[in-house]
C-alpha cells in the first residue's frame, strides 16, 4: 500500500528533501518547517505519514517497541516500506540520490540513519537525524566502514536535557558517521524530546547547496 505523504512542491527547486516525523506525530508536522529550513527555495520536500495510526487519531508510529527500543521485525518493515518510497519518488521525480537528504526526529531519524547507512542503498546527498540513535536492530546491515561516507555532510542535533533519548546516544551516532567518512555537524539544545526554531534554523544553515 503507498504511504500517505505531504508534499511541498517548490517551483525551481531541482532537489528533495524526506523528512520522516517522529511517534504520535504526523505528515505536515516537520512539513511545516520548509520555508524556514530552506528559505532560497532548493528542496522540494516529500513528508509521508508512518505505517501504524495509533488510538484515537493521536498520529502515527513507524514500528514497534519495546522499552522503547526497536522491534527487529518491525522495524525492518519500515525501512523496506520506506526505502520503497523514496526510489520511487526519486524515480518519478527524474532526482538522483546525491541530490536528496534524508531526515527525520526521533522514530524519523532512525530510519533516515537506516536508510543513509544501510548496505547496498542508495547514496543519499546528506543526512539529517535529530533525537534519535544509530539503529542497531538484528537484521539491518549498516556500512560504517571508513570511506562509506565520503565526506558527504549529516547533522546531528540532540536535546540536552532529553529523557527518551539521552544526548550521548545522539552523540554516539555522530561519532559513528565521522568514523564512516561522513561531515559531521554536531549540535546540542537546552531542551527535552523535542524541536526547537534554533534547531530549524541551524539546520538552514547546514543544508547543502
Do not use: K
Not at 531541482?14 to 512539513?31: I, K, M, N, P, V
Not at 511545516?32 to 495510526?53: N, T
Amino acid at each position: 500500500m503507498p504511504l500517505t505523504s505531504y508534499r511541498v512542491s517548490r517551483q525551481g527547486a531541482d532537489r528533495l528533501l524526506f523528512l520522516f516525523h517522529g511517534w504520535s506525530s504526523e505528515q505536515h508536522h516537520l512539513a511545516a518547517y520548509v520555508p524556514l529550513i530552506d528559505p532560497d527555495v532548493r528542496y522540494s520536500a516529500i513528508c509521508p505519514r508512518a505505517l501504524h495510526d495509533l488510538p484515537e487519531g493521536d498520529g502515527a508510529s513507524w514500528y514497534d517497541r519495546v522499552d522503547g527500543e526497536p522491534v527487529a521485525e518491525s522495524f525492518l518493515s519500515a525501512v523496506d516500506a520506506v526505502d520503497a518510497f523514496v526510489i520511487d519518488e526519486m524515480h518519478a521525480a527524474g532526482i538522483a540520490p546525491e541530490r536528496c537528504i534524508v531526515g527525520g526526529f526521533s522514530q524519523g531519524g532512525f530510519l533516515a540513519l537506516a536508510l543513509a547507512l544501510r548496505t547496498g542503498g542508495p547514496r543519499f546527498g546528506g543526512v539529517w537525524a535529530m533525537c534519535c540513535a544509530l539503529p542497531d536492530v538484528e537484521g539491518l546491515v549498516l556500512d560504517l566502514s571508513s570511506a562509506s561516507g565520503d565526506g558527504r555532510p549529516a547533522l546531528v542535533q540532540v536535546g540536552e536535557l532529553d529523557s527518551i533519548m539521552p544526548p550521548e546516544r545522539g552523540r554516539a551516532a555522530a561519532s559513528a558517521l565521522r568514523h564512516a567518512g561522513w561531515n559531521v555537524t554536531e549540535a546540542g539544545y537546552a531542551m527535552a524530546h523535542t524541536q526547537r526554531i534554533e534547531m530549524m534554523v541551524d539546520a538552514a544553515g547546514w543544508l547543502p547547496t
